[in-house]
């Protein structure tokens, strides 16, 4: 029998919240491993994220000048280094427990990207992964077509990943371009990478899907990579 995944849908939100919300599950999971695995999904406004291995070259401005801009800045506990959620991006956050047969941190990311790369073909967008670089990545001259990282005219990033594990319980995720503004990247170096851009799917197919309409699709398709179930999309109070 495959072990259920509830969803909270919480909509249109600010990123301290939902860090505190992130926090406080996951202390209610490793303090009783019965509770259910649940997938947080969420559009943020604009914010920037700062890993653990953040750089100083990655954030060329201030925090003070990014906050100036309508811009929020949060230190994070998860991997990697700088990143940004902004209005039309998808942003999942599973709290998953992948003991006692999923502890394998390298499975679980792939299991993420793959989630994204089944999600992205839905909208005509072919990608995968690059060698070395984390997250999901397209070849924004052909999005239709993937034929490897070092094939790409102009490779791109379609979607991010930055997780942390506390006793192999999951915490943040992905975030996943439909409609973001993808100029509020250049306020930062996006993960520490200034040698690719970043896109998004209304960039590379002229199609506005709100974040909304691919909510459901990224449940069952994470649902499908985690082998559990997601019978239903079911909305809990929080």
């Known amino acids: 029998m495959k072990p259920p995944l509830a969803v909270v849908d919480l909509g249109r939100r600010r990123y301290g919240e939902t860090l505190l919300l992130q926090r406080e ?5 490793l303090a009783d491993r019965s509770l259910e695995d649940v997938l947080l999904l969420v559009e943020h406004e604009p914010v920037v994220t700062l890993g653990r291995s953040t750089m100083a070259s990655s954030l060329p401005l201030p925090q003070a000048a990014l906050e100036a801009r309508g811009v929020e800045v949060f230190e994070v506990e998860r991997g990697g280094d700088v990143t940004l959620h902004a209005p039309g ?16 941190v390298r499975r679980y990311v792939g299991d993420l990207r793959e989630t994204m790369r089944r999600l992205a073909a839905d909208y005509g967008v072919a990608g ?20 490897g990282a ?7 990033k379609l979607g991010a990943i930055g997780v942390r594990l506390s006793r192999w319980i999951t915490m943040h995720g992905f975030a996943f371009n439909l ?8 306020l930062i170096v996006p993960c520490g990478i200034s040698a690719h851009g970043v896109t998004s799917i209304e960039a590379l197919t002229k199609n506005a899907v709100p974040p909304r309409d691919a909510a459901q699709r990224a449940f069952e398709l994470l649902a499908e990579g985690l082998d559990a179930d997601a019978s ?7």
């Open 232 to 238: 239903e999309f079911t909305h809990l109070q929080v």
């Open 128 to 147: 995968g992964e690059a060698e070395g670089l984390i997250g999901l990545w397209v070849d924004a001259d052909r999005p239709g077509e993937w034929h």
């Open 179 to 186: 409609t973001t503004d993808l100029s509020l990247y250049d």
């Open 89 to 104: 991006q998808l942003v999942c956050y599973p709290i998953v427990d992948l003991s006692p047969d999923r502890c394998d």
């Open 150 to 156: 070092d094939q790409a005219r102009r490779l791109a």
């Open 25 to 29: 599950m996951v202390d209610r999971r």
